[in-house]
């Protein structure tokens, strides 16, 4: 039997005759194709017209009968696409299955805790369960019949369909109401390609699920809008490489308490971090609405800072939609609600959040009231444009909250700052970050970007790609290009000038920054302006240029901003207005009323400065980024505001002011008394947080060491980002006021600065280093933490030699440093007089040691080296390391460890030797170093030879001596009042301890 369409079968009998039925036995066709009145074959006659009306039933009312769709059956022919389905839903329906007792808690743990199987695997684990539960069940079409109601609870549109599907074959469609139920029309309405047996049923199944034709009309119309609507509208600055304009990386935040953490690494340009939080994942676009265990109904937050692509990713997910379904969920309608419009934020109906407004919208509106939302996704864009009441009360605000509209699902954007009250949200389902583009892709963008030659491109990629990583393209934190071609040269140096210019760089993120960069880097010759404002006023300026080239007026003789002629300084002037005064209302796009203010040479083309797009039927107006307005209004604060100081005060703790105010700095360089205030900070506790002593401890460390607590470390470690001060140096920095630098330095208790265990990006280094070049004060202790040569060469490149500025103590850990690097930063005059200074060495070189013994006040010196590769030049520089030591006048305590060469460890006893002022002296060898041979007589020429050491500590492991102390060190000279012996070193203390009798 073969299954045609409607009530037509097709009965295959044993003798190759062939009966058609269409509603009534018509004729038989035999082999050959003649035709017959039935007089032939008559018992196989017989037994076809049995079978057919077994099989027909009343064909009006009853299809009848299926033979051979047991529940069995029934379920294994629609077993892959249940597989699919249920993938999406798979935790939800497992719980559903185990709560009506149809499947073992066995298989429940292993869809919970099997992580390294994929939900595609387990799902079809699941359905493999539920094959051998139906088969060993003793009412198997109840099973069957529960494990459908089970789906169809689901309120999934597929699942529904299948599970209705289903139970018309086993007659129980009636037990269902499948109206409430089923959304939307699935792939399984092409009845030609759906796995069942009988196609009466699921055409009524598809007339219940098909939507009213109001409503699939208001969709079409809506695709072919958001079809039409550009994904990313600006063409000023110039559009960058098109494969990466607009851009989006997303951050799947599955832990809300990492939020802070996450917007400082924002803030300061760090974004890749963000993706390396172990709260997050990276996840593509598609995945933004992939179903939730808990529930169908989605509530997603979007948030990200000013101009990173949230509208655009907003527009994109609109795109897709109009181009067919959406990934992982079909909805009958996407509405884009942007909050900016007063219209939405202050709509009391849901009607009134259809901007685009046509007969069918009451009809649309009342369809999905009356399913609660079912079917329909809303995106709410703006968040953060909301009033403070508007965001506690408000449709909006409603519909988020699942007040209203429960069955619906919403995508609600925000900045970082505004969505701390959206993430927490008992029914929130997901959070994303835009984050933008990534270090590596910043670079890749520059590359593409100044380079149009796609081949030599990709050269300066490859040139510049970690060879062990270019699967997963990791650059080296260096780039070079072998090429002598300008463009590429000049790619090269902008990557490498944003390494240390990283307040620029950590704007590049945002696609049209990273332009704008691009743009003005290429103008000035290859060079970064000095700080943000002049980067800013530099663009702004090239703006008005590009735009008054259609005008009378010579582009050229635009110098500045400052100097602008009379007919576009009042036009910039109003421009500024705008942008504080709407900046202070916390309104970033605006209508054509608002605007009504504005002469009418600023409405011309408002400089250039302002882009305009249609929001539906209304035409809006933005500036071309938010730090564009940001500046201008700093302009107005600073160059036409009466009061600009008590602006600034109002505006200080305002995080939504913060980037506005670090321009008003960079304008007014903060020369007004009254900005001392935030620079005076009282007893501004920045010293090294270290664990209490005990007090053994205390006791035993001080025979060795002037300050017990520093070799010990243990430092405190702490999240507290604020300790830091890095607003103020960075705005220190930005305005260039040296004053204020010696105000701020005054402030810090104790003249102690600890930045152990602080990640400072090579901006934060620059601020640092030019406070510090810019201070008269003798720091007490100086802790830089850990250094790599980047840093350290931002650090040091700014400071003046001549500077009076001293520091008396030094801890600091080096990475691998250069010896260039080492001079540079000993010859500063801020170190050079220093006292003490603890030091960790990633390498052992005998420039390091003589490097630190050249300070001419040095008195404590700990030194822990790392391994020592091979050196040539050794043997040539342990004369020289002897005298150093033997002749240093002033050092009193030395301590060296860690993996020191055999030569480094003969010169620096020898020379302790023979020096008259050291009074401890700690020698740790790494039990991991090379191994050591001790001449004969070291250990006890030393003790017989020096006479002020007073502490003497040895940790030489015994492995690591070649021949054994066979004797015992008899003359002893050293006035010792403390010895302490390694461990390990059985031999030494053997040697040292007199002869018991």
């Known amino acids: 039997m073969i299954l045609l369409t409607d009530n037509c079968y097709q009965v295959q009998c044993t003798t190759s005759v062939t009966v058609t039925d269409t509603n009534y036995l018509q004729s038989v066709v035999l082999p050959g194709g003649s035709s017959s009145n039935l007089i032939y074959n008559d018992l196989y006659l017989i037994v076809c017209l049995h079978m057919l009306l077994l099989l027909s039933g009343d064909v009006e009312c009853n299809p009848g009968p299926i033979t051979g769709n047991t529940p069995s059956a029934l379920l294994r022919m629609n077993y892959a696409t249940l597989v699919d389905a249920i993938a999406n839903n798979l935790h939800r ?19 919970q805790t099997a ?33 459908c109601h089970i789906l169809i609870n689901q309120q999934h549109c597929i699942l529904t369909d299948i599970a209705t599907s289903i139970l018309h074959q086993l007659g129980q469609l009636d037990l269902v109401n499948v109206s409430s139920h089923t959304a939307l029309p699935s792939p399984l309405h092409d009845e030609s390609k759906a796995p069942v047996t009988n196609r009466r049923g699921l055409s009524d199944v598809a007339k219940i699920a098909s939507i009213p034709d109001d409503v699939q009309g208001y969709a079409d119309n809506m695709k072919q809008h958001y079809k039409h609507q550009p994904i990313v509208a600006t063409d000023w600055p110039p559009r960058i490489e098109k494969n990466f304009f607009g851009r989006l990386a997303l951050i799947e935040k599955q832990d809300s308490s990492t939020q802070a953490e996450s917007a400082w690494h924002m803030l300061r340009g760090q974004v890749d971090k963000t993706v390396k939080l172990t709260e997050n994942k990276e996840i593509s676009v598609e995945d933004v609405l992939q179903p939730t265990d808990s529930s169908l109904s989605l509530r997603i937050v979007i948030d990200g800072p000013p101009g990173i692509g949230k509208t655009t990713l907003c527009r994109k997910l609109l795109n897709m939609w109009s181009n067919g379904p959406l990934p992982h969920q079909q909805y009958n309608l996407v509405l884009y609600c942007p909050l900016r419009n007063s219209k939405i934020a202050t709509a009391t109906t849901l009607a009134e959040l259809f ?24 995106i709410f864009d703006g968040w953060d444009e909301l009033s403070e009441q508007l965001r506690q009360s408000s449709l909006a605000a409603s519909i988020i909250c699942k007040d209203q509209l429960d069955q619906c699902s919403v995508i609600v954007t925000s900045r970082s700052y505004a969505s701390f009250s959206l993430l927490e949200l008992d029914n929130l389902s997901r959070h994303v970050q835009v984050i933008g583009f990534s270090e590596d892709e910043i670079s890749t963008v520059i590359i593409q970007t100044l380079q149009k030659d796609p081949k030599l491109a990709q050269e300066i990629i490859n040139e510049n790609t970690e060879k062990e990583l270019i699967s997963k393209r990791k650059y080296k934190s260096f780039f070079t290009t072998t090429q002598a071609c300008k463009d ?7 990557i490498n000038d944003l390494e240390l210019r990283n307040d620029v760089q950590s704007l590049c993120y945002v696609p049209l920054v990273c332009s704008m960069v691009i743009l003005v880097y290429c103008k000035e010759g290859g060079h970064l302006p000095k700080t943000l404002t002049e980067l800013y006023e530099n663009f702004i300026l090239q703006t008005i240029r590009r735009h008054f080239k259609r005008h009378d007026i010579n582009p050229r003789t635009l110098g500045s901003l400052s ?27 605006f209508s054509s009323h608002q605007l009504q203010s504005l002469s009418d040479a600023v409405k011309e083309d408002y400089l250039g400065l302002i882009t305009t797009f249609m929001d539906y039927d209304e035409e809006k107006y933005q500036f071309l980024h938010l730090s564009i307005q940001e500046f201008l209004a700093a302009w107005w604060i600073a160059k036409h505001e009466e009061k600009t100081e008590e602006v600034f005060k109002d505006h200080f703790d305002d995080d939504h002011f913060r980037m506005c105010l670090r321009f008003v700095a960079g304008l007014t360089h903060l020369e007004h008394e009254s900005y001392q205030q935030y620079f005076n900070k009282q007893l501004l506790d920045l010293q090294c947080k270290r664990e209490p002593l005990f007090h053994f401890e205390t006791c035993h460390l001080s025979y060795f060491h002037q300050n017990p607590e520093i070799p010990q470390k243990r430092h405190i470690s702490s999240d507290d980002f604020d300790n830091i001060p890095n607003l103020l140096f960075q705005l220190l920095y930005e305005s260039q006021n040296t004053t204020l630098c010696q105000v701020l330095a005054q402030s810090i208790n104790n003249h102690s600065l600890c930045l152990n265990m602080v990640d400072l990006s090579l901006f934060d280094w620059l601020c640092l280093s030019y406070c510090i070049n810019n201070i008269n004060i003798t720091w007490n202790h100086l802790h830089l933490g850990k250094v790599r040569n980047q840093s350290l060469t931002v650090f040091t490149e700014l400071m003046n030699k001549s500077l009076q500025s001293q520091c008396k103590r030094l801890e600091v850990e080096l990475y691998e440093p250069s010896i260039e690097l080492l001079n540079n930063l000993l010859q500063q005059s801020l170190f050079y007089n220093i006292q003490e200074c603890y030091c960790t060495s990633t390498v052992c070189q005998y420039i390091v040691l003589i490097q630190f013994l ?22 040539d520089k342990c004369t020289e390391l002897e005298k150093c030591i033997e002749m240093n006048s002033v050092l009193q305590e030395m301590k060296l460890g860690g993996g020191e060469r055999r030569e480094v460890i003969i010169s620096v006893m020898k020379g302790v030797s023979q020096n008259k002022t050291i009074k401890s002296f700690s020698l740790d060898i790494d039990v991991f170093a090379h191994r050591l041979t001790l001449l004969d007589g070291l250990i006890e020429q030393l003790l017989k030879d020096n006479t002020t050491i007073q502490a003497l500590s040895l940790n030489i492991p015994d492995v690591l001596l070649q021949s054994r102390l066979t004797y015992y060190i008899l003359e002893v000279n050293t006035p010792l009042t403390a010895l302490e012996i390694g461990q390990s070193n059985y031999e030494l203390m053997e040697s040292l301890l007199p002869p018991t009798r």
């Open 93 to 111: 329906v497992t719980n559903g299955l185990y709560a009506k007792g149809l499947i073992p808690m066995e298989t429940v743990n292993h869809i």
């Open 854 to 875: 050249k300070l001419p006040q040095l008195k404590v010196l700990h030194l822990i080296m790392g391994r020592s590769a091979v050196d040539s030049s050794c043997t």
């Open 488 to 494: 590429s040269k000049l790619a090269v140096k902008l």
């Open 355 to 378: 901007v685009r407004q046509r007969y069918e919208v009451p009809m649309v509106a009342e369809w999905f009231e009356k399913r609660n939302g079912e079917g329909l996704l809303i």
């Open 115 to 147: 992580n390294a199987i994929s939900d595609i695997v387990k799902s079809g684990q699941l359905m493999s369960v539920l094959q051998r539960q139906l088969e060993a069940s003793s009412t198997p079409e109840q099973f069957l019949t529960d494990v």
């Open 563 to 589: 100097s602008l002629p009379s007919q576009l300084a009042k036009p910039l002037q109003e421009m500024c207005k705008l942008a504080y005064t709407n900046l202070a209302n916390t309104r970033m796009t």
